[in-house]
């Protein structure tokens, strides 16, 4: 560090706003490549910053040397960015978790109402998008012809859609 940037650094840390900005502006393009390494996004990597530049701006006053300001600074950057990684991690835990719970509710009511229907028609169901058998599969099974399976198929979604219009299924 030069003493230049040492006499910055120890004008910044005593509370010298100009003197802040100005080593801020100094590290910018390097706090951004370390930002950019870890989050591996050009916006994830300018939140970093903004959140470190909050983070520096907030505690400044707690860096002992002035010297190592720089490093104290990427010390800054690397925190945020780990900080940032775990939140988007718990994020997408909670979302994904938000979501089998929204689908297995949605299987649920489903469920509930695929059991109003005849045995032969639930079975039907059940065959073909339960066990995701094709139609002459079932028409084996059943020892039925194709052609008898395909109506059967009509008319049962044509059953459940009714079922589910009349219960308010979303």
């Known amino acids: ?82 900080m940032m990684k775990r939140q988007q991690k718990q994020t997408f835990i909670t979302n994904n978790v938000l979501e089998q719970s929204q689908y297995m509710t949605e299987l649920f009511e489903l469920n509930d109402v695929i059991s109003q229907l005849p045995i032969e028609q639930q079975e039907l169901i059940h065959l073909k998008y339960f066990r995701d058998l094709k139609n002459s599969e079932i028409a084996t099974l059943q020892n039925i012809p194709e052609g008898t399976v395909k109506s059967r198929l009509h008319k049962t979604l044509k059953k459940l859609r009714q079922l589910l219009g009349e219960g308010g299924f979303s």
């Open 1 to 82: 560090m030069e003493m230049n940037e040492s006499e910055l650094a120890k004008h910044a840390i005593n509370g010298n706003e100009a003197a802040q900005l100005q080593l801020l502006s100094l590290y910018k393009e390097s706090m951004y490549r370390v930002a950019y390494s870890y989050m591996r996004n050009e916006h994830d990597a300018n939140d970093a910053l903004q959140e470190m530049t909050y983070q520096c701006l907030k505690n400044i006053h707690k860096v002992q040397t002035p010297q190592y300001f720089k490093t104290w600074l990427v010390r800054v950057v690397i925190n945020t960015c780990l």
